[in-house]
């Protein structure tokens, strides 16, 4: 395993990470918990060692399997990332509730750790922007919950840069948490402009929800609702075409490697830019896990990133 020092936090983390959106169970796919926690356990195994959750993710579903997978010594070889912020379903509007007030921040940090079963939070995000609540008002209770030793660093996702600019006028973001991966870099900008003041990166969508290990050539017969439908847009036209031409291209260095799985092209890509501090991947079984951590013990080429590189950018993906 690979790992990156991050700056503003001052820890050393590993380049790839668990993400556990999809072993919450609802709207992605089949989950198996024993298998998942077995995959958990096969990551940290191989040197991962940060785990990152929400209360989204199936009503805290996904919190309680973390918990129990951290049981028996793993604890202490991980730290533990989550959120707060937004609900878990939706409103008669359709719209997906956010409440990043002082009360939510601490009844949810309460609610997260019981959970998890944990004294401490390593990394809590603030999920997603709350237009009713000022910055401040966010940033201090997050303060507050440092100060009392119930989180340790602070964290964002899917804030824009003046956002962004006004929580570091209350206190230090430690991490950013975006979209990142070979078919998704719109917000490149935003995460080197991150990394420029010292807020490491945690990438979601590292692997396209999937898109990028090669599996998937023809656009699946998934539940409407299945958030790799609503939440990516990998499988929709025009872009799943152009997935499909870039794997094409990931096949072709696969070959020439012996066979290396495309996955393992993909996290290599993405981790070994400077300014994308981990990856976050989801895994369900233990053959995926070791796979995905398998990755590490190679880097691409230099001639190879170009030849990625000039792909997508002939793609415009």
Request: charged letters at 25%; aromatic letters at 12%.
């Amino acid at each position: 395993m690979r790992y990156k020092k991050f700056q503003n936090a001052g820890v050393e983390v590993s380049e790839l990470a668990v993400g556990t959106w999809a072993i919450g169970g609802a709207r992605y796919g089949e989950t198996d918990e024993k298998e998942s926690i077995k995959a958990i356990h096969a990551m940290i195994d191989n040197g991962v060692n940060l785990i990152d959750t929400a209360p989204a993710y199936n009503c805290g579903v996904s919190e309680q399997i973390v918990g129990r997978a951290v049981k028996g010594g793993y604890r202490e070889k991980v730290f533990i990332s989550t959120k707060f912020g937004i609900g878990d379903g939706m409103d008669k509007a359709g719209v997906i509730p956010r409440d990043a007030s002082r009360k939510a921040c601490f009844q949810e940090c309460e609610d997260s750790l019981r959970r998890l079963d944990v004294d401490y939070i390593d990394f809590y995000f603030v999920h997603w922007p709350d237009a009713n609540t000022p910055i401040a008002e966010t940033m201090d209770a997050l303060l507050e919950l440092k100060k009392q030793g119930k989180i340790r660093f602070i964290g964002v996702s899917n804030f824009n840069q003046a956002m962004i600019e006004d929580c570091l006028k209350t206190t230090m973001i430690d991490v950013f948490q975006p979209p990142f991966s070979m078919v998704n870099q719109s917000e490149k900008y935003l995460i080197t402009w991150c990394y420029d003041k010292g807020i490491n990166t945690f990438s979601y969508g590292s692997l396209g929800s999937g898109i990028l290990t090669g599996a998937i050539r023809e656009i699946p017969n998934w539940d409407p609702l299945d958030f790799r439908f609503t939440f990516y847009d990998f499988y929709k036209e025009p872009k799943f075409s152009k997935c499909q031409e870039l794997l094409k291209t990931m096949d072709e260095i696969s070959e020439s490697r012996g066979g290396v799985p495309l996955s393992q092209i993909a996290l290599n890509w993405a981790t070994q830019k400077p300014y994308i501090g981990t990856a976050l991947c989801g895994v369900r079984n233990v053959k995926e896990a070791e796979e995905n951590c398998a990755a590490f013990n190679w880097k691409l080429t230099d001639s190879e990133m170009q030849i990625l590189d000039n792909k997508l950018a002939e793609l415009k993906i």
